[in-house]
Structures are given as C-alpha cells and as structure tokens.
C-alpha cells in the first residue's frame, strides 16, 4: 500500500487552488503583495549577504553560498524553509528562499539571519 508524500496535493487543495487562481481579483492581489514582499526580502538578505542575493523580478531570491548547508540547517532549526542547492552537478551552490504574503515572516526571516553566525556560508 502506497502513502501519499508530502508533495502531493489532496483534492481539496486541488479544489481550494483552482478556485483562487480563476479568482482574478485576488490573485492580482496576491502577487501584488508576493512581489512587494519578496523585493523586502531582497533588502533582509542583502543586509546579511550583500552581493551574493541575486536579483529576480520573481517571489523567489537565490543566495549563492560557498557552505549552503550550514546556513540551511540554521535556517531550518529557526523555522525558516528554504531550498538548499549543493552544488552538485555543476549547478550554482546556495539556498533559494521564496518570499511569503505574511509581513511577519519577513520579520521572523530577518531575526533567523541576525542569529547566523559571522562569516557562515560567505563565499
């Protein structure tokens, strides 16, 4: 018998997104706010890791990271997600962070970074 992972979405959350993405009031809204936010972020993780945040026009930024792992751990253990890169298959090494619609997980975000380590992860 096969479980469903983590991944996988269940048919309300199927039925719940669709409805949303067919909403175009609201989905203007919310990328409105996602890209408002995720140009916020930018700022948080510039003041950490200056040049190394890419820039995007997307909800998304890329921190390019000698050492991602360590950072990613912090982050996690801080409550934080994020996508850990290592490098591997001479793909760019670094965490990818996605912004949030909530102004108080940038808040959260910003208090995880202040606790990183100095020099942790830097190129």
Not at 5 to 19: F, N, P, R
Not at 40 to 63: I, K, N, Q, T
Not at 109 to 114: D, G, T
Request: proline share 3%.
């Amino acid at each position: 018998m096969s479980s469903a992972s983590d991944s996988e979405l269940s048919l309300l959350d199927i039925t719940l997104t669709t409805g949303a993405l067919q909403d175009e009031v609201w989905l203007q809204r919310a990328r409105t706010v996602m890209q408002r936010n995720a140009r916020v972020m930018h700022d948080v993780l510039a003041e950490r890791f200056d040049e190394l945040v890419v820039p995007a026009g997307l909800h998304y930024r890329f921190v390019h990271l000698l050492d991602p792992h360590t950072v990613h751990a912090h982050l996690a253990r801080c409550g934080i997600a994020v996508r850990l890169f290592d490098g591997s298959g001479n793909g760019a090494s670094g965490i990818r962070v996605m912004a949030s619609v909530e102004p108080a997980e940038l808040a959260h975000l910003s208090a995880a970074l202040e606790t990183l380590p100095a020099g942790w992860g830097r190129r």
